[in-house]
């Protein structure tokens, strides 16, 4: 959520920010609605200081056995007024708090402006994509063929947009899980964490998937939702919580499963694994203060990138643009992976610097060693990565021609020895 008096003294930035992100101007509407309640709550407070002043002199006239009736019926008569104030600045704050729920991040100076992926920059690419002696499967025909992948079973139990994997590639989804993990944990400082999968609105309201993108979310019948991704449970963690300076950065690190509703734009990736509603992904999460977020935005990426890197994959890493970055990013870099059967790069990790735009949400603070008060924290999440798609990447980029799957050479170890997967 973006402060308040940030946008009255930079209602253009906020426009100018809004039309980037291909939305209407409220700059003004935000202000007016904010002026009204200010003016209501300057009333409210004079209102309840003369009710004071006048139950302080019906005590003294009293006190000298004077008249204090006309004083008394001042008090009657500023009680409903008080009251009148009091409901009017709650309105008009519920007011200003629904619309402001509804404002994307303020994307920083550096990222690319355009309308939507078509503006997206690359950055870098690492690895050169393999050259096949046959044509290259895709990861649906090679999970089928070796008897390792049904669609058809989980779709008699759940419809459509689920997978059933079997044997060696159920323990291979596996074995990239605890690989991430372990890298993660053991290299880079992140802590293992095991969150909820269910969770209440305030946490999916404080990392900005609500009120906006319920319709994205799985919701239980007794109010709880299912987890998109564990960025929710693992940011929540700093939720109503002042830390100190010294304990900063936290990073954390949870393998889950993830469930979305919406999987994608209708008809785009309906065959496979790239978008279903049930997916495992390795999330990481950041909780630093602001001088050092950028920086760990950095770092995380490399984290994300180090994954690629080890298991041999081709990849690249692209600056989203304004009209492509999601609504609680100030920065997004995605990582995509080369995916020979499409002949493209598919995003593979997505990691976002939000500022301190969910801080504000979860009222997460932390008390700086120097000065007085309290800052709000900066919160940063990245896939590292989204555990089906590096499946998907390592079945088609590791295809041999008899139809067989090499096994990467880190992951071996976490499938007992086994080089190749067969039927």
Sequence with gaps: MLDIRWIRENAAALDAALEARRMAPCAEQLIDIDQRRRRHQTEFQELQNRRNE????IGKAKGKGEDAAALMAEVAELKGRIQAAEEAERAAGEALDELLAGIPNIPTAEVPRGPDESANVELRRIGAPRNFEHDPKDHVDLGVALGLMDFDAAARMSGARFVVLRRD???????????MLDLHTGEHG????????????EAVYGVGQLPKFAEDMFRTTNGYWLI?????????LVREQILEEGELPLRFTAYTPCFRSEAGSAGRDTRGMIRQHQFPKVELVGITTPDQSEAEHERMTACAEEVLKRLDLPYRVMALSTGDMGFASRKTYDIEVWLPAQKAYREISSCSNCGDFQAR??????????????????TLNGSALAVGRTLVAILENYQQPDGSIAVPQVLQPYMGGLTRLSS
């Design 361 to 378: 949400r979860m009222k997460a603070r932390f008390r700086p060693k120097e000065g007085k008060g309290t800052q709000f924290v900066h």
């Design 190 to 201: 992140y802590s293992e964490t095991a969150p909820p999968y269910l969770v209440r609105d």
């Design 169 to 179: 590639l159920a323990r291979l989804e596996r074995a990239i899980a605890n690989f």
């Design 228 to 236: 998109s991704t564990s960025e929710i449970a693992l940011t929540n």
């Design 54 to 57: 006048a139950s302080k002199a």
